[in-house]
């Protein structure tokens, strides 16, 4: 490949990444718009800390222990 052709493909190449970064630009600026971001209270964020430290254990419960602690009701 000649150098002016190599120049081409490089060209192009750092076009082709400029468009991606303002692509990923736009579809970062739609989910934040889109998807809503819901704030944990303090509680909320004690328990999802300890799940994680289960989860990371390999510890787990039982789904009817789960769902009594939330007051849902099992289906058939």
């Given at each position: 490949m000649t150098e002016?052709?190599l120049?081409?493909?490089?060209?192009e190449?750092?076009?082709?990444?400029?468009?991606?970064?303002?692509i990923e630009r736009?579809?970062?600026?739609?989910?934040?718009?889109l998807?809503?971001?819901?704030?944990?209270?303090?509680?909320?964020?004690?328990?999802?800390?300890s799940?994680?430290?289960?989860?990371e254990c390999g510890?787990?419960?039982?789904?009817?222990?789960?769902?009594?602690?939330h007051?849902?009701?099992k289906?058939a």
């Open positions: 002016a052709g120049e081409k493909v490089y060209t190449m750092k076009r082709v990444r400029i468009e991606l970064k303002s736009t579809l970062e600026s739609l989910a934040e718009s998807i809503p971001q819901e704030k944990a209270s303090p509680e909320e964020m004690k328990e999802l800390e799940l994680r430290r289960e989860a510890d787990c419960i039982p789904l009817e222990e789960v769902l009594k602690k007051g849902v009701k289906c």
